[in-house]
Each structure stands twice: as structure tokens, then as C-alpha cells.
Nanobody, 116 residues
Framework: QVQLVESGGGLVQPGGSLRLSCAASGSAFSTFFMGWYRQSPGKQRELVATISSGRTTNYADSVKGRFTISRDNAKNTVYLQMNDLKPEDTAVYYC??????????WGQGTQVTVSS
């Protein structure tokens, strides 16, 4: 089973930046499909960004041009660089991983709050 540990959340002013990290266990990290979802109070969990083992990326329309997902296979880590943050980006951000032949695994989540 893949273990995921997120970090990097916090409080930031509108227009600011944060970088989230998600460290994964497992020796085959480079084969994992990785992504970030977020969930705000009263709303369903929504896709933010994904990155494949071949580094193909996909983004929600609401974050295109502001967020960048990347991965460092040597560190078993996926990142989410978030720029020009808006109050509507406030949510708990969850990392998830899909190893070949397995179901999705989720991290515990990290809170991002965008407020002045």
C-alpha cells in the first residue's frame, strides 16, 4: 500500500504563492499516476491537477495558468506550485496516487487558506 504525506499548506494572502509537497512510499514511484484534489466546506472533492508517469499534466480550468504540478522521481515526491492564489482556492488539498494494477491511495490532506 502506498503511503502519502502532504505538506506545505498554510495561510496566504490573495495573490500569494504556496508550494505543496506529497511524499510517497514505495520503490516504483516513477510508475505512479499522481494528482491533487481539493475540497471546500459543503462542496464535493474536485480535481486540481494530475501528472502521469510520462509527465503528461492535466489541470482544472479554474487553476490553469496559476498552478503547476511536477514530480521528482528521485525523491518520490510530487509538487503543486500555486501562484496568484484566490480566496476561492481555499480548501483542503489531497494528494492521491495510483500504482499500476492498484486502486487510488489518498493522503491525509493539507489546509490551504487564502485570506487577507
Amino acid at each position: 500500500q502506498v503511503q502519502l504525506v502532504e505538506s506545505g499548506g498554510g495561510l496566504v494572502q490573495p495573490g500569494g504563492s504556496l508550494r505543496l509537497s506529497c511524499a510517497a512510499s514505495g520503490s516504483a514511484f516513477s510508475t505512479f499516476f499522481m494528482g491533487w484534489y481539493r475540497q471546500s466546506p459543503g462542496k464535493q472533492r474536485e480535481l486540481v491537477a494530475t501528472i502521469s508517469s510520462g509527465r503528461t499534466t492535466n489541470y482544472a480550468d479554474s487553476v490553469k495558468g496559476r498552478f503547476t504540478i511536477s514530480r521528482d522521481n528521485a525523491k518520490n515526491t510530487v509538487y503543486l506550485q500555486m501562484n496568484d492564489l484566490k480566496p476561492e482556492d481555499t480548501a483542503v488539498y489531497y494528494c492521491y496516487a495510483v500504482a499500476p494494477g492498484r486502486g487510488p491511495q489518498w493522503g491525509q490532506g493539507t489546509q490551504v487558506t487564502v485570506s487577507s
